[in-house]
């Protein structure tokens, strides 16, 4: 009786899975509520990443001393900014505010423009 039951299960499980197609390999595009979540996750914990990334590109098109005069207060004020941000996404992620999940802050993520 345990056998047929569990032949009886493979078979359905195997018709099952051979059903299943995937629609396409390209990842998905636009913005909808989980990309909103996520993004907001990303800012509250990596925000803290604008500080070198504002850093490198002050001393990369202004030279060394705006790295730290001009860099490191940009990185600081973003990065502050990335976790209103961050908080305010995760807290609205089911609403479409700004409309069409758009991220309110650019980049989208945090690391997007980031030039070790």
Same mark, same amino acid.
């Given at each position: 009786?345990?056998?047929? @039951?569990?032949?009886? /299960?493979? /078979?359905?499980?195997? /018709?099952?899975?051979? /059903?299943?197609?995937?629609?396409?390999?390209?990842? +998905?595009?636009?913005?909808? !509520? @989980?990309?909103?979540?996520?993004?907001?996750?990303? =800012? &509250? @914990?990596?925000?803290?990443? $604008?500080? !070198? =990334?504002?850093?490198?590109?002050? &001393?990369? #098109?202004?030279?060394?001393?705006?790295?730290?005069?001009?860099? *490191? !207060?940009?990185?600081? &004020?973003?990065?502050?900014?990335? #976790?209103? *941000?961050?908080?305010? $996404?995760?807290?609205?992620? +089911?609403? %479409?505010? %700004?409309?069409?999940?758009? +991220?309110?802050?650019? !980049?989208?993520?945090?690391? #997007?423009?980031?030039?070790?």
């Amino acid at each position: 009786m345990k056998a047929k @039951l569990l032949g009886i /299960l493979l /078979l359905a499980f195997a /018709l099952v899975a051979s /059903l299943a197609q995937a629609g396409t390999d390209d990842p +998905p595009t636009g913005h909808n !509520p @989980l990309r909103k979540l996520g993004r907001g996750f990303a =800012n &509250v @914990l990596f925000g803290f990443i $604008e500080i !070198p =990334n504002q850093y490198t590109k002050a &001393v990369s #098109e202004h030279g060394g001393a705006s790295g730290i005069t001009y860099g *490191v !207060p940009k990185g600081f &004020v973003r990065w502050i900014g990335r #976790e209103f *941000v961050g908080v305010f $996404e995760i807290i609205t992620f +089911p609403a %479409p505010v %700004p409309p069409g999940y758009k +991220p309110v802050m650019r !980049p989208e993520f945090p690391n #997007e423009d980031y030039e070790p």
